[in-house]
């Protein structure tokens, strides 16, 4: 069984960064794609940021150009760079892994971590 640990996560003011890292349990290269969700109260799970297994990377449209994806295989670890944080950034940050075996997705979630955007 994968594990997924999120860390990093905390109170910022608006205009402040953050960096969220998330640490895999096994090698992160098994992966087809890693990922950042994030859920704010009373609204759905939604897609911050996701980096696929050859490097490419996808953004949601509210934080593109302020968030960036990244993952060091080696410490088998995936990070997000949020930097001009804004209070709608407040969500709990949840790292996702998904695997593919004979092309069928599994998905692994982390516990989540607070961000919190607020002056």
């Known amino acids: 069984q994968v594990q997924l640990v999120e860390s990093g996560g905390g109170l910022v003011q608006p205009g402040g960064s953050l960096r969220l890292s998330c640490a895999a349990s096994s090698g992160i290269f098994v992966f087809y794609a890693m990922g950042w969700y994030r859920q704010a109260p009373g609204k759905q799970r939604e897609l911050a940021a996701r980096?696929?297994?050859?490097?490419?990377?996808n953004y949601a449209d509210s934080v593109k150009g302020r968030f960036t994806i990244s993952r060091d295989n080696a410490k088998n670890t995936v990070y997000l760079q949020m930097n001009s944080l804004k209070p709608e950034d407040t969500a709990v940050y949840y790292c996702?892994?998904?695997?593919?075996?004979?092309?069928?997705?599994?998905?692994?979630w982390g516990q989540g971590t607070q961000v919190t955007v607020s002056s």
């Open positions: 996702n892994a998904e695997r593919r075996i004979a092309g069928t997705p599994y998905n692994y």
């Open positions: 980096i696929i297994s050859g490097g490419s990377t």
